[in-house]
C-alpha cells in the first residue's frame, strides 16, 4: 500500500512569490490534514480537508489556502511569500473518522523563502 | 492557548533505563490520544493510541498511560534503544477529529 506523498520535497522561492505544495493520501483515505513544522514550534495545524471540504481551520492568514479533489488528493497554496513562510510542510492521511484518527505523514516539504 | 503541553523540550536518557515523556492536556473532551515519533526531515510516525476508556496501553517496549483525572499521559519507553532518539509528539483529538499536537519532546539516548 502507498504511504503518503508529497511533491516537491524541496522548493526555493522569492518573498511576494506564490507557490502550490501537493499531497496525494493514501488509498482509501479521505481525510488530508497540513501542518507547518518550524524549529521550536511543533506541529502547526493549518487545516483538514474530508471529501472536498474544509472541516477544520488553524489560525493561518488568508495567504494560506488549500483544496481537495475528488480523488482526495490535496493541494496547499500559499500566496505572497513572506520570510516567516519557510519551513516544513507536512500533510497528513487518515480515515477521518471518529475513533479512527491515526494520521499518516508524508515526509514533508521543505519550503526556504529568500 | 496551548490545549496539549509537552513541558519537556529535551530528555536525555541512558541506554537501557527507561524513558518517560509527558503530556498534559486542558480540553476534557478529548477522547482519543496518540504518540508520534520524528526523525530530522521525516515525517511523524504512529507510534501508540489510546482511547479515553483504557488507563493503559502496551506494543512492545512502548506502554502509553493514561490519567483523566489529572489529564495526563504519559508514554514509556523500556528499554531505550540508540534508535529512540527522536522527538515525539503527542496528540489528542475528540470530536471534531481534528489533531490538536503538543509541541514535541526531543528524546537523546545515550550509549
Known amino acids: 500500500k502507498a504511504g503518503v506523498t508529497q511533491t516537491p520535497r524541496y522548493l526555493i522561492k522569492t518573498r511576494g512569490q506564490q507557490v502550490t505544495l501537493s499531497c496525494s493520501p493514501i488509498?482509501?483515505?479521505?481525510?488530508v490534514s497540513w501542518y507547518q513544522q518550524t524549529p521550536g514550534q511543533g506541529l502547526q495545524f493549518l487545516f483538514e480537508?474530508?471529501?472536498?471540504?474544509?472541516?477544520n481551520k488553524g489560525n493561518f492568514p488568508g495567504r494560506f489556502s488549500g483544496r481537495q479533489f475528488s480523488n482526495s488528493r490535496s493541494e496547499m497554496n500559499v500566496s505572497t511569500l513572506e520570510l516567516g513562510d519557510s519551513a516544513l510542510y507536512l500533510c497528513?492521511?487518515?480515515?477521518?473518522?471518529?475513533?479512527?484518527?491515526?494520521?499518516?505523514f508524508g515526509q514533508g516539504t521543505r519550503l526556504t523563502v529568500v | 492557548d496551548q490545549q496539549v503541553k509537552q513541558n519537556s523540550p529535551s530528555l536525555s536518557v541512558q541506554e537501557g533505563r527507561i524513558s518517560i515523556l509527558n503530556c498534559d492536556y486542558t480540553n476534557s473532551m478529548f477522547d482519543y490520544f496518540l504518540w508520534y515519533k520524528k526523525y530530522p526531515a521525516e515525517g511523524p510516525t504512529f507510534l501508540i493510541s489510546?482511547?479515553?476508556i483504557k488507563d493503559k496501553n502496551e506494543d512492545g517496549r512502548f506502554t502509553v498511560f493514561l490519567n483523566k483525572s489529572a489529564k495526563h499521559l504519559s508514554l514509556h519507553i523500556v528499554p531505550s534503544q540508540p534508535g529512540d532518539s527522536a522527538v515525539y509528539f503527542c496528540?489528542?483529538?475528540?470530536?471534531?477529529?481534528?489533531?490538536?499536537w503538543g509541541a514535541g519532546t526531543k528524546l537523546i539516548i545515550k550509549p
Open positions: 480537508y474530508f471529501s472536498e471540504t474544509q472541516r
Open positions: 496528540a489528542a483529538s475528540g470530536s471534531n477529529y481534528q489533531l490538536i
Open positions: 497528513a492521511s487518515s480515515l477521518g473518522f471518529r475513533g479512527r484518527t491515526e494520521a499518516f
Open positions: 488509498s482509501g483515505h479521505r481525510s
Open positions: 489510546i482511547s479515553s
